[in-house]
């Protein structure tokens, strides 16, 4: 991956990913950090994103210890019916992974909610709208909350 990244793009991510500011204008401090103006850093962000490098720039919370809750889910859908039940799980915003895998249940999705009832109704309504009954997988100790990669 990293032969299609020039030396402006790796320092970019390192950024993004380890030292991102909180601050009113984190990207002209990360400009100012890295001797660029604000629109190359806005424009280098478009463009990994565009290219697939990037897929997201957001917070990761760990919801338990804001008081929410969250799930592993899987449910088993008919190729015929992966796009249409990938954008009904997508559409609520608790989701925050949602990943195709071979074998049966194929969908793997996490739904993170600030309390169980909300959480309880709404894979209730997913299952109401895709037909399908979702396995439900509580985490009963969580590992690791993130991954950082080492871009150079």
Known sequence: MSDRLDKTDIVLINLMQNYFPLSKRPFEDIAKKMGIDVSSVISKLEQLSENGL???VGAIVAAKK????SILAAV???DECIEEVAEIINSYSGVTHNYLRDGIPNIWF???EPNKEILDAHLSEIETKIQSKIIRLPAQKIYKI???FDFR
């Open 66 to 69: 804001i008081g929410f809750i």
């Open 146 to 148: 993130g991954v950082k």
């Open 76 to 78: 088993s859908v008919s």
């Open 54 to 56: 990037i897929r997201k």
């Open 110 to 112: 996490t739904l993170t």
